[in-house]
């Protein structure tokens, strides 16, 4: 299994001059036929931080790697929630890496590539507080048994981030490898941010789009043009704090932020992104899903856009879609559940209109909900009627961007 490691040049070609820094030579095309090889990728997500630690047997030279087995371990705290104390972040950053140094075979460390990207959480922090927290991770991955460069952590931009997203689900489902025609479309709704990726079936789609809404994509030496955008701040967390009117404000520790999406009753700190706030109920108002309709649009309104004839695409719908669709009890939590949109709606009613939710412990359902209603209705177009794939697995691997990212990773780098 010595050697080279190398996926051939075009056949995964992502063209994003900003984030295109070749480190290493090109290889001559390795002289196996088969082979296994690793590769680790962490997710630095806003509201956790996941490794998955990728077996590829690359059995074609010419083709896409097949994904052999995933070792995914996922702790529920964001590294850039540790804005003020780097440390914590290596410490949890030398914990995960434990994970990989099980799943990988001891032989292969040093040639398997261990990379870290980080997505919303990180583009909202201050640049240099980032910057310290990305340099205590860089540090943490010098001391590992890995192979590590000077691209091996990062913080990428949204529309890398859709991207990517769009390739490990068609790549999961086997569309990159034969039929294009039948990839389907990724909606991800981060914490932070949320993306929408979809080859569009109708040229209008590509020829009414912003040009920074539409990306190139190259496999298999054919370009794609992919309809993809990334909405910073829409993720469902910090949407909470837009629809409270408390995000960017100057001195949130001396306010209490109320919402009608809230129960009555309500009063507790809220906590995102190292800042915490003080929210309540609103005692006075009405709540419920009408009103709430209308405080969660503030968060939507002239931010999202929606794409042409979007409807005509088959999407499915990752993260916090299915997250909360799970733990609502829209779905019950098999794979590849079919949900219309107007049943997001009708849980959000239902949630809010329930006065005893009050005690239940979960009191941003509501909002949550009525957000994603919004979101998918006032903000991307689509109908009622639209069906929408929710998924977390498929195939039984995490339907994840970083699996894309590991791809596009693993095409530039030399592995000696
Ligand atoms: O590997 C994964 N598989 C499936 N869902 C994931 C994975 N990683 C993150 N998620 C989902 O993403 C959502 C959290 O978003 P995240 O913390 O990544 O925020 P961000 O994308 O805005 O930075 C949750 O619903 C979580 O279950
Ligand atoms: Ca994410």
Not at 211 to 218: G, I, M
């Amino acid at each position: 299994l010595d050697g080279t490691i190398f996926v051939e040049g075009n056949l995964f070609d992502v063209d994003f001059s900003a984030q295109r820094e070749n480190i290493l030579p090109n290889s001559a095309r390795p002289a196996n036929s088969s082979r296994v090889f690793y590769g680790i990728m962490m997710d630095a997500g806003s509201t956790g931080t996941r490794i998955h630690v990728y077996s590829f047997i690359q059995e074609d030279p010419d083709g896409l790697p097949y994904l052999h087995n995933e070792t995914f371990h996922s702790e529920e705290i964001g590294l850039s929630s540790y804005v003020n104390t780097p440390e914590e972040a290596g410490k949890l950053v030398r914990e995960l890496l434990k994970v990989a140094t099980s799943a990988v075979p001891r032989a292969m460390w040093h040639k398997t590539p261990l990379v870290l990207r980080a997505t919303a959480g990180f583009r909202l922090l201050p640049a240099d507080k980032a910057h310290v927290l990305i340099e205590e991770i860089k540090e943490v991955f010098s001391q590992s048994p890995f192979l590590v460069t000077s691209r091996s952590v990062s913080i990428i931009d949204g529309t890398y981030e859709g991207i990517l997203a769009w390739v490990s689900l068609n790549f999961l489902m086997g569309h990159l490898h034969v039929d294009m025609k039948r990839s389907a479309g990724v909606l991800d709704l981060g914490g932070a941010s949320t993306q929408i990726s979809f080859l569009p079936k109708c040229q209008k789609t590509v020829n009414k789009a912003p040009t920074d809404h539409v990306a190139k994509l190259e496999i298999l030496n054919t370009t794609y043009l992919l309809y993809t955008h990334s909405y910073l701040k829409n993720g469902l967390k910090v949407a909470r704090l837009l629809t409270l009117g408390a995000l960017g404000d100057a001195d949130p520790g001396k306010k209490v932020f109320k919402s009608l999406c809230l129960p009555k009753n309500y009063s507790d700190n809220y906590t995102f992104g190292g800042i915490t706030y003080e929210v309540r109920g609103n005692i006075n108002g009405y709540n419920g899903y009408e009103t709430c309709y209308k405080e969660v649009l503030k968060a939507i309104k002239g931010s999202v856009r929606k794409p042409y004839n979007v409807h005509e695409n088959m999407f499915h719908a990752v993260a916090y879609y299915y997250d909360m669709a799970k733990d609502s009890g829209l779905i019950e939590g098999s794979q590849d559940e079919h949900v219309e949109v107007k049943r997001f709606k009708k849980k959000a009613k239902e949630v809010c209109g329930d006065k005893s939710k009050d005690h239940y412990g979960k009191p941003f359902d509501c909002m949550d909900l009525t957000y994603i209603t919004a979101l998918l209705t006032e903000g991307f177009g689509f109908q009622d009627s639209v069906g929408l794939q929710l998924t977390k697995k498929v195939k039984g691997f995490e339907s994840s961007w970083a699996l894309g990212a590991m791809l596009e990773y693993l095409h530039k780098v030399r592995i000696p």
